[in-house]
Structures are given as structure tokens and as C-alpha cells.
């Protein structure tokens, strides 16, 4: 009970302390000190308020449960405690997917930590509208502006958020829920048999390891994750009125009103199920606390909605593309990807909704989370197909409990384990390969960071900066806003950047007309070094 009451009071202290810094930064037009530990002290105060009143009762932690919460947790050791590290001269991380987000993050953190304009214009293209949930880098800025230094407060973050992830999880679906987190795969093992190369494992596959490729890299997960699994754990146990898991309806407003800020997919997804178990509970008197949750949240989730979409002018991705990215894979694309888990998805379809098979709860979560996935395998939310992931995690997490309690649990023991070997060993190898001392990746040199800073030290935090768009360029990595940034993230956002690299191309090849591009950009200041020596070795540099 103590484990959930301070599950509960971390994660509302973190949302309050966020929206609350969100707000008063867009107030005063940056973060500051005084903003940073009033949105703390309020945090804090709603933090311990939930912690007292939340309840759970006491459930037995099994040996299965014991053996996956030690893998989970030396899997997140060695993958916060390296997610960014100094070996030697080198600024190193730990995760190949970390490289082109973590520029990005680092960006967002210390330019707010340093004053910069919040609500900014996009500091990774001049000219375009900001559109992106950074909840997460806004509550790493407070951290910073109030003494923690940058990489110590990314590793905590990192470390405390997983370790919220994992107690949610063994709370909403037990050892099992943890194990189809950490192994979420399909068949890619056979690549092993067949040709000793795991690395084919992530390469090759779409549905990839979700620790690694989730939590990892989409910092927003540390809290969307356990938030949202609160939140459905919840809302199970209020539809269907059995003893569970109780948490105060403004905490749940708390964690559910500000999901926009962290993880927008984590927030259609709660959405849809709010309405779903609203609509549910209406015939049985169970329809208050999910109105509530509901009505009380428009308001601040509309402005999150509103900021993270840039006044709602984001375009839209939204197309029609069935069979995700099946290509011409076919069927073996589908037992590739996610080996049994589909076909025991439709086997817990027909045990759910035969005649006496569930209660209305099963039903509820069965349909959200079955029809989450239908519709991730039929649109593309995003330019980038594979982000369509970031959505049907929810899906896949919602059915996990119910494939166990439904399918699994009353089977022999036997079959219970061929099950799990077949649903977890492509994912196991996965999540060993992508941890191991392999990798380890350089971001920047620490002794060209300390010399560009210096040259940096008198140009304004909101200065723009023309220079090469690479992610792991140091002016990225010391927070100034650029012309334009790495082109993968700026066509994951949607962002339409080829008008701007083409004037961005005009003023640093110093070619006619490079005056009026660097008018058009409104941009001031320019870097020229190695970076931009290599991209535009022709350039007459007519500005020096």
C-alpha cells in the first residue's frame, strides 16, 4: 500500500510541478527561479496530499514477480545510469535511438533553464510553429534552474521514472505485464538461429523492443508510462466496483489533464477509454467519477492540447494506409512483427464476449485497446509510419492483464512457459543485445563544446543561429535556437523544411542573394567551423 501511495504523490508532483511551471513560464514569458520553486512547493503540496489519500490493497509479490522486477531493474540501471556519460574528451550515449533525440532534448532543457522564451518559436527551423510535447525537458529545466546539473538530473529522471514505470506495470498486469514490456517481440530470434546476427532483430523488425525504443529514447514515457497504467488501473477497478486500487478524482484529473504535455498518443488513448468506461457505467450508477475526471479536465487539458499543437495550425500526417507497414510481407510480416500475440488477441476476443466469458470491465478495455490497434494498423498518424508504435503500445499494454487472466493463468504450468517462450524470447535477446557493451556512441566533443560555448557567451539565448543542421552539433547541445536542425526529426514533426534549407544553403554558400535569405530567415548570427566547412565546402564566405 505504502509502494502505491508514493507512486501516486511522485507522479502528481510531477504533473502539478510541470503545468504549474508551464503556466507561470507563459506568464513571465520565461522559466525562472522563483517560477521554478513556486511550481516545486506547489508540486509537492499536491504530491503529499495524494499520497495520503490514495489506497491499494495489499497484494503478494510472487517469486515470477521478484525475477522480473531484478531484470527490470538492471536493465534500467544500465540504461540511465550510461544514458549520457563523459569518457574522456567525449560526451557519450549509451542507446544508437538516443542519437538524433537527444540533441533535441538537451536543446529544449538548456535553453529554458537559461531563460529562453516560453512559449518558444521552433528552435529546430526558423519560421515554423512549435508543435511537440516536451513535458518531461520542461520538468529537467525546473530541475536545472533550481541547482541540479543537467546530466545528473537526466539520469534521475531517468532512473525514478523507470522505476514508476515498473511498479505500475506489476499493478496493472503483475510479472506478466512487466514481461511484455521489457520482451515485446515476435519471431525475430530465428534470425539468431538462423545466421547468429541479433543485431537483424530491431533492424528488421517494426513492433521493436519497447524498453529500448520507448522508454529509452521517448523521454515523455518516464511519466506517461506509470500515469497512464495508474489511471487504467484505476478506472478497472471503478467500473467494475470490486476492491482495487483508489485514487482521489482530482489526482486522477491531475494525471489525466496533463497527459497532453507528456505523450499526446497516451492522451487519445485515455480519452477514448474514459468515454468508453463513462458510456459503460452509465445503466449501473458508475458513470460520476469518470463525468467527473472528464468535465473537470477540459479546461487545462485544452490548453496543453492547444500549446503542444501550436494554437491547433499543427498539420496533420492523419492518411489512410492499411496493413501499417506490411509491404509485401504478408502474413509473415504479422508473425515477424508480433508472433502469437495476435492470434491470442482474437482467442481472448471470443473468451471475452462469449455468453457468461467476461464481465462488462473485460469488454470495456477488450474493445478500446483491440480497436486502438484496427486503427493503428489502417491510418498513419505521423510522416514517419513506424510512429504509429507510439500509440499502439496502449493498445498492446491494455490487453496484456486479460491475455493472462483469461488464456494463461488456469493452464498447466507447462503450457503457461511455451507461451512466454514464444512471446518473450525474441524481445529477451533484443533487450540483452541493445544493452551490452557494444554500444556506446559519441555526441560531441566536451573540448569543442567548452569553445563554442565561450564564443557563444555574449549572443542573446533567443539568438538564432545559422550553422550546419546536424543533431550532434554543439550549438544544439548548448541550447540556441538554430535556422534549421536534423532533417529526421524535422520531417517526423511533419515540418515542411526544404524552403528553408534551400535559403539556409543560399547564405552559407555566400551565393547572390544570401543577404535577403539571412533577411528571410531573420536571423542574425552565423558559425562557421568544421560542421559547415564540410556541408558547404564551395562557399565564397563573403560574410566573414
Not at 510479472?175 to 532483430?201: E, H, K, P, S, Y
Request: charged share 15%.
Amino acid at each position: 500500500m505504502m509502494g502505491w501511495r508514493f507512486l501516486c504523490g511522485g507522479l502528481v508532483l510531477t504533473a502539478v510541478t510541470t503545468v504549474a511551471a508551464a503556466g507561470l513560464a507563459t506568464l513571465s514569458g520565461r522559466l525562472d527561479l522563483r517560477g521554478a520553486w513556486i511550481a516545486l512547493v506547489l508540486g509537492a503540496a499536491a504530491g503529499a496530499m495524494t499520497a495520503h489519500r490514495a489506497s491499494a490493497p495489499r497484494q503478494k509479490i510472487t517469486w515470477a514477480d521478484a525475477a522480473m522486477f531484478a531484470v527490470f531493474a538492471i536493465a534500467v540501471f544500465r540504461a540511465f545510469i550510461w544514458v549520457i556519460y563523459e569518457q574522456g574528451n567525449a560526451l557519450m550515449i549509451l542507446s544508437p535511438h538516443n542519437l538524433g533525440d537527444m540533441a533535441l532534448h538537451l536543446n529544449l532543457i538548456v535553453r529554458w533553464a537559461n531563460g529562453g522564451t516560453f512559449w518558444p518559436d521552433n528552435p529546430f527551423l526558423a519560421g515554423a510553429a512549435f508543435a511537440y510535447h516536451p513535458g518531461m525537458d520542461l520538468w529537467n529545466a525546473v530541475l536545472r534552474v533550481v541547482g541540479m546539473p543537467i546530466y545528473e538530473g537526466l539520469r534521475w529522471t531517468g532512473l525514478l521514472g523507470a522505476a514508476a514505470a515498473a511498479a505500475a506495470l506489476w499493478r496493472w498486469g503483475r510479472g506478466f505485464a512487466l514481461a511484455a514490456f521489457l520482451f515485446a517481440g515476435g519471431l525475430g530470434a530465428w534470425a539468431l538461429v538462423q545466421n547468429g546476427a541479433v543485431d537483424i532483430m530491431q533492424s528488421e523488425t517494426q513492433w521493436k523492443n519497447l524498453f529500448l525504443t520507448m522508454l529509452v529514447t521517448q523521454r515523455g514515457m518516464l511519466y506517461s508510462l506509470p500515469a497512464a497504467l495508474v489511471l487504467m488501473t484505476v478506472w478497472r477497478t471503478e467500473l467494475s466496483g470490486a476492491d482495487g486500487p483508489r485514487l482521489p478524482l482530482m489526482a486522477q484529473v491531475a494525471l489525466y489533464a496533463s497527459m497532453p504535455f507528456f505523450n499526446a498518443p497516451a492522451f487519445l488513448f485515455l480519452s477514448a477509454l474514459l468515454a468508453a468506461c463513462f458510456l459503460a457505467g452509465w445503466s449501473r450508477g458508475l458513470r460520476r467519477p469518470f463525468f467527473v475526471v472528464g468535465l473537470v479536465s477540459i479546461i487545462p487539458a485544452t490548453w496543453l492540447v492547444r500549446m503542444v499543437t501550436a494554437k491547433f495550425t499543427a498539420g496533420s500526417a492523419f492518411r489512410f494506409a492499411p496493413g501499417w507497414m506490411q509491404e509485401d510481407g504478408g502474413l509473415w510480416f504479422w508473425l515477424w512483427n508480433f508472433g502469437i500475440f495476435l492470434p491470442l488477441v482474437v482467442a481472448l476476443g471470443v473468451v471475452v464476449f462469449r455468453r457468461g466469458g467476461a464481465d462488462r470491465t473485460d469488454r470495456v478495455f477488450y474493445g478500446v485497446a483491440t480497436g486502438t490497434l484496427l486503427f493503428c494498423f489502417t491510418f498513419l498518424l505521423a510522416p514517419w509510419a513506424w510512429d504509429n508504435t507510439k500509440l499502439m503500445v496502449w493498445g498492446y499494454l491494455a490487453l496484456v492483464p486479460l491475455i493472462w487472466d483469461k488464456l494463461l493463468a488456469r493452464r498447466p504450468l507447462w503450457l503457461q512457459g511455451a507461451a512466454c517462450l514464444l512471446l518473450f524470447t525474441s524481445g529477451a535477446v533484443a533487450l540483452v543485445t541493445g544493452l551490452d557493451a557494444r554500444h556506446g556512441y559519441k555526441i560531441a566533443d566536451r573540448g569543442e563544446m567548452a569553445d563554442l560555448q565561450f564564443m557563444l557567451r555574449s549572443m542573446p539565448v533567443n539568438g538564432r543561429l545559422a550553422c550546419a543542421p546536424r543533431f550532434d552539433h554543439p550549438a544544439m547541445l548548448l541550447g540556441q535556437p538554430v535556422v534549421m536542425g536534423h532533417d529526421g526529426h524535422l520531417f517526423s514533426q511533419g515540418l515542411d523544411y526544404l524552403p528553408v534549407e534551400e535559403k539556409l544553403t543560399t547564405l552559407m554558400n555566400g551565393d547572390p542573394g544570401w543577404r535577403n535569405a539571412a533577411r528571410n530567415l531573420r536571423v542574425q548570427y552565423l558559425l562557421w567551423g568544421p560542421r559547415e566547412a564540410e556541408r558547404w565546402p564551395q562557399s565564397k564566405q563573403p560574410w566573414k
